[in-house]
């Protein structure tokens, strides 16, 4: 079992900055990927950005791009999302997500989830 923990998040200001980090207990073994979605009031849950643990590649979502940047601590098994330039869209509530296997902006694909932490980007 994987629990992640999102701890971060607040309010922020157009044009500002805020970040985000996930702690990941208990272990996985293999191959796997921890990633940031998100989801504003009546919209589907959408990938936001993630990192294979193993290689260090990441991958970002368009909207985010050149924006927020996604970054690990292998030594505290945490992932930060860095979100600057932020937009009045950038509101929602994001969720930590680990899949243990390769990588998918899909959240069905995802195994674990944290409980969530909200983000509100005043214009």
């Known amino acids: 079992q994987v629990h992640p923990v999102e701890s971060g998040g607040g309010l922020g200001q157009a044009g500002g900055s805020l970040r985000l980090s996930c702690a990941a207990s208990?272990?996985?073994?293999?191959?796997?990927?921890m990633a940031w979605f998100r989801q504003a009031p009546g919209k589907e849950r959408e990938f936001v950005a993630g990192?294979?643990?193993?290689?260090?590649?990441?991958s970002s979502s368009y909207s985010v791009k050149g924006r927020f940047t996604i970054s690990r601590d292998d030594a505290k098994n945490t992932v930060s999302l860095q979100m600057n330039s932020l937009k009045p869209e950038d509101t929602g509530v994001y969720y930590c997500?680990?899949?243990?296997?390769?990588?998918?902006?899909?959240?069905?694909?995802?195994?674990?989830w944290g409980q969530g932490t909200q983000v509100t980007v005043s214009s």
């Open positions: 990192i294979d643990w193993t290689s260090g590649g990441t």
């Open positions: 208990g272990r996985t073994f293999g191959s796997y990927v």
């Open positions: 997500a680990v899949r243990v296997g390769p990588f998918s902006s899909w959240s069905g694909n995802y195994d674990y």
